[in-house]
């Protein structure tokens, strides 16, 4: 949202000016081909400028990135330039413009990422409301990067112990300034890798307010063409994971043990300590590889609980196990499987249960326990609904779906209302199903009753043998673009026939605020008719014309349409004309000479064998929701009719 003029005029200027809202500090080291986008999303944004200070330091830069960021500051007076020399790392470069900050609030920007036009607007904005010290946007990944967490839920305060924010413990974000001068909050400097670890975990144990605007993206993380990234660069991670046990340390100083640390640990393990043990790992020898083993081994010791070792998925659960017992060749198998190639297929047992497909599982020689490779609960239903289409009066469906990693065989489209569930099935192969609900046979065979019926897919995993243990999960049926649920024409109400019970009024929604795909059958969600709109025209004798116009998609054509008129008393069926035009339109008239006196309410009267649904017509000029009747207006003219009679006579 823009900030308007008004509040932009009453920013005040000069050396009587208020502090600005935010304070934008963004360390440079290199990075000249990425500072046009960077540093110009900062100016881009809807905040006006009056309102931002900026704040680069280049740390020793040798491509121009110091004279390219003087030159801008000589035409945008709200930025200051530092330059330093290079420290090895972003935490000296962003503690020196912290220290010279003047924002009520500063959000910290690297180089090489961008912001949203928007986002320092909405970011300071939700601060304000809420009284925040930190203000988490929804980061997106780019050019390769992905974000480190999803952040889908606007909430004005949230838990680090009960929501996903302590998964991002980069600086960008947005903080109160004084809460930071409060804690006394820096960065550690001279690392390259992991400076914002400890700044970042204070600040969320600390804070009294962590707020999440989720409406929008707000930071873009982007990747770096030449893959200089941080995460990318050649680490000593020997030293990195002692250094890592200093950063736990101060965790566990500041959470007691029990599940809340442990909630915070698997949150390291997944991001910190087990995360040189990939390709790193394995492009050291044998002697470097038990160098960084025997570096990890006292992490593993102090903080991988049961619980956390139960929170990991197999590939880490592996990882941590072979750590704490010791078993390095082991260790080693698993992560080659992971990072040379891929893991065997998994195995589903008799029992249903689901084992990862890595090295040693059941091999009696190794002390490698099943629930190491246990990843029943982790199989998850990836499906997308892609395609949906009435032909006739069936519903066809397409889509994908799989068990990851199991894949699938079969596919079924369960129909569910209350504790009633019908079961159609789907054509499966390579991934893809399709099916055809037809509510004729729906009903395992028989006509589908009315109501309003969910729809889910459900996908089986059959293993091999003699016994074909299987694994099933379900889920509900989203479309992949939920935002075709109101003018996507399939979900216009139609007329469908149901075989030996009467035809019904079949109408698609989905439901709020997940997007479930659900049918209406025979219901008042949403009416035949909607947008049925008509014209009546009446001379001063008594004729009068109607006119009017809808869809009515799935009518039979043997379907009769009448116009009928209404008063409080009176029902009068008129003769009618209907013609059926492109796409389902119909035009539909009637001609009164003259017509019966009064004032009349115009209906449509839909009768298609036992089906009778009697529509009102709103006036053609009526806006879409109006409920306005269209009603004619027929004279009296019976007094007219003797009149002329007594003069002719």
Same mark, same amino acid.
């Given at each position: %949202? #823009? ?69 801008? *500051? ?50 300071? $904005? ?10 988490? &946007? ?5 050019? &390769? ?25 980069? *600086? ?98 997944? &991001?910190?300590?087990? %995360? ?15 160098? %960084? ?13 049961d619980r956390v070792l139960a929170a990991l998925p197999p590939a880490l659960r592996l990882r941590a196990h072979c750590l704490r017992a010791g078993l390095d060749d082991e260790l080693t198998a698993v992560v080659r499987a992971d990072t040379g190639s891929r893991p065997g297929p998994p195995h589903l047992d008799d029992d249903g249960r689901v084992y990862a497909g890595y090295p040693y599982f059941r091999d009696p020689r190794r002390a490698l326990p099943d629930a190491c490779y246990d990843l029943t609960d982790r199989v998850a239903l990836r499906q997308r609904l892609v395609h949906l289409h009435w032909v ?49 046979? *729906? ?31 379900? *889920? ?98 008129? $003769? ?35 089906? $009778?649904?009697?529509? #009102? ?5 009526? #806006? #879409? ?16 009719? $003797? ?7």
């Open positions: %949202m #823009p900030v308007s003029d008004d509040l932009a005029a009453a920013v005040p200027t000069g050396p009587d000016a208020a502090a600005p809202t935010v304070s934008v500090i963004m360390p440079v080291h290199n990075t000249r081909r990425y500072l046009d986008r960077s540093l110009g999303s900062v100016f881009a944004q809807t905040l006006d400028q009056r309102q931002i200070e900026v704040i680069a330091v280049d740390d020793g830069s040798t491509d121009g990135s110091a004279e390219w960021l003087f030159e801008q *500051a000589r035409s945008h007076p709200n930025l200051t330039v530092l330059r330093q020399e290079a420290s090895g790392g972003a935490g000296r470069p962003r503690n020196a413009g912290l220290d010279l900050a003047t924002g009520d609030y500063v959000f910290f920007l690297d180089s090489d990422d961008r912001l949203d036009t928007e986002a320092l607007f909405w970011l300071t $904005r939700t601060a304000q409301e809420s009284g925040s010290d930190v203000v988490y &946007g929804r980061i997106a990944g780019a050019d &390769g990067r992905g974000a480190p967490v999803d952040l889908r839920t606007t909430s004005a305060a949230v838990s680090v112990f009960d929501s996903p924010v302590y998964w991002s413990l980069a *600086a960008y974000k947005l903080f109160r300034r004084a809460f930071l001068e409060q804690h006394r909050l820096r960065f550690v400097e001279g690392r390259l890798l992991a400076e914002d670890l400890p700044f970042g975990i204070t600040a969320l144990l600390r804070a009294e307010v962590v707020s999440v605007f989720a409406e929008r993206t707000c930071y873009y993380l982007h990747g770096r063409d030449d893959n200089s990234n941080a995460t990318r660069q050649d680490i000593d991670w020997c030293e990195y994971l002692a250094y890592i046990g200093t950063v736990l340390d101060q965790v566990a100083a500041e959470v007691p043990p029990g599940a809340d640390r442990d909630k915070l640990m698997v949150r390291h393990f997944h &991001g910190e300590i087990l %995360m040189p043990f990939g390709a790193p790992y394995l492009g050291r020898d044998g002697a470097g590889r038990r160098a %960084m083993a025997a570096a990890a081994r006292p992490l593993v010791e102090r903080y991988l609980t006739g009066g069936v519903l066809h469906l397409r889509g994908t779906a799989a068990l990851s990693p199991l894949g699938g065989d079969t596919v079924e489209i369960h129909l569910r209302r209350g504790g009633t569930t019908h079961r159609v099935p789907a054509r499966y192969e390579d991934g893809a199903w399709r099916a055809a609900v037809d509510p004729a046979t *729906a009903a395992d065979g028989g006509p589908l009753p009315g109501g309003t019926w969910g729809f889910k897919i459900a996908l089986t995993a059959h293993g091999t043998g003699a016994a074909r243990p299987a694994l099933r999960r379900e *889920a509900w049926l989203v479309p992949e673009h939920p935002e075709d649920g109101t003018g996507h024409p399939d979900f216009a109400p139609r007329i469908v026939g149901r075989g030996t019970a009467a035809p019904a009024v079949a109408a698609l929604f989905l439901s709020r605020p997940h997007g479930h795909l659900n049918l209406d059958l025979d219901g008042t969600s949403r009416p035949l008719g909607a947008d049925l709109r008509g014209t009546a025209d009446c001379t001063r004798s008594g004729r009068a014309t109607l006119t009017v116009h809808l869809t009515l998609p799935g009518c039979p054509a043997d379907a009769e349409l009448r116009l009928i008129l209404r008063d409080a008393t009176r029902t009068v069926a008129l $003769r009618t004309t209907a013609t059926r035009d492109a796409g389902d339109h119909y035009t539909v008239r009637s001609l009164l000479r003259p017509g019966p006196p009064g004032t009349w309410r115009v209906a449509l009267r839909v009768t298609a064998g036992p089906l $009778r649904r009697e529509l #009102p017509v709103h006036p053609a000029d009526a #806006p #879409p929701d109006g409920p306005i009747p269209l009603t004619l207006n027929v004279p009296d003219t019976s007094f007219r009719k $003797r009149l002329a009679r007594r003069l002719r006579g």
